[in-house]
């Protein structure tokens, strides 16, 4: 197999991940964009990592905001996701919450608050470091929303 991005991309295609919108305010208004290259490092302290294509506006967004909110997709949120995505489709009216000092989508599954604590270097993007400073969970939670293969998939019964 070739060594290039292309093929890079395909083989982590085979890794499953959960879908989420990485929210962060700047002045007034909310910026969101869809990730799933958001994982957990430290439990003492609790931080993640979250990285972000250094050409995207949240790039800029999440670094000025110096906080933000991760929200963990329900598996019948694919239309979410693909807003936040920039992909065409239904239209989607999203509200947000307070949750801590950052703001979550209010119909999500799960949802944490983090500052960040560093940015750094990561290529075509930047790895933000965080601490989870609020943590919060829907009454009923569903099933995740998953991505693997290049598609939104969702857990068999």
Known sequence: MELDARAFRATLGMFATGVTVIS???????HGMTANAVTSVSLDPLLLLVCVD?????????????????????????????HFAGQPGPVVQPAFAPLGPAHRLEDCMAAMACATERVFDGGDHIIVLAQVTALWHADVRGDPLLY???RYRQIAP
């Open 54 to 82: 250094r050409r995207a506006r949240m790039a800029g967004a999440i670094t000025a905001a110096g906080q933000f909110a991760v929200s963990i997709l329900r598996d019948d949120q694919e239309g979410v996701s693909r």
């Open 24 to 30: 962060a305010q700047t002045d007034r208004e909310i």
């Open 148 to 150: 693997f293969g290049g």
